[in-house]
């Protein structure tokens, strides 16, 4: 399970211990994401997964980027299924504006891969998108979000080409991390490579 910016991992440990209820054995990868950036957090998860057996992973908003690019740059890697919570795989419209205001600093080293968002994805690893539909947060005040948004990520920015399955829940984009419609979406698709509906 990867966190998003400006957390460390204990944000998304309630969502490990969900998960964990579920019949997982979910552990957390902890990144710097201001300072060390996607570079050295991408080199460090594919060290963690390489030579190691299946596993699947969790990503939550900026984690999904980071866990997706992995996968891009080692499709080898042995990991069958990952979901992303809310992240903007087509690129953030709330990062470009910060950085438009000159405070694109706030996003440290991970500047680049939020503003750009990943490549549609051809690879073998099943992905899905569980996405929040509150449009409560930053992106309706810096980037004015809409109501089809979680309030910082357009539900637009969450459907990236290659998607095996995508899903929205009732949550903000803070929200996703402790909502237990979006852990028990997760678990499911991880068992399933599906959704319920």
């Known amino acids: 399970m990867l966190h998003g910016i400006w957390n460390a991992d204990l944000w998304v440990r ?14 957390v ?22 030579g190691g057996p299946p596993t699947h992973l969790v990503g939550h908003s900026l984690g999904g980027l980071i866990a997706l690019e992995t996968l891009r740059r080692q499709p080898w890697l042995p990991v069958p299924r990952l979901v992303c919570l809310g992240s ?27 503003d750009r968002g990943c490549l549609p994805w051809p690879g073998p690893t099943e992905v899905g998108m569980v996405a929040g539909d509150i449009p409560r947060g930053l992106g309706r005040v810096l980037a004015g979000l809409g109501e089809d948004s979680d309030g910082t990520v357009a539900l ?9 399955d995508h899903c929205a829940v009732h949550a903000s984009h803070t929200g996703l991390a402790f909502s237990p419609v979006a852990a028990a979406q997760a678990a499911c ?3 399933e490579g599906r959704f319920r509906r």
């Not at 309630?14 to 552990?27: E, K, M, N």
């Not at 903007?88 to 891969?113: C, D, E, M, N, Y």
């Not at 637009?156 to 095996?164: A, D, F, I, S, V």
């Open 88 to 114: 903007p795989l087509r690129g953030s419209a709330t990062a470009k504006a910060l950085q438009q205001r000159g405070w694109g600093g706030v996003l440290g080293r991970s500047a680049t891969l939020l």
């Open 14 to 27: 309630p969502l490990a211990l969900r998960l964990s209820q579920a019949g997982f054995d979910a552990r």
């Open 189 to 191: 698709f991880l068992r």
């Open 29 to 50: 990868f902890g990144y710097h994401s201001i300072s060390g950036g996607p570079s050295v957090a991408i080199a460090r998860l594919a060290a963690r997964l390489r």
């Open 156 to 164: 637009e920015e969450t459907r990236l080409p290659g998607l095996t």
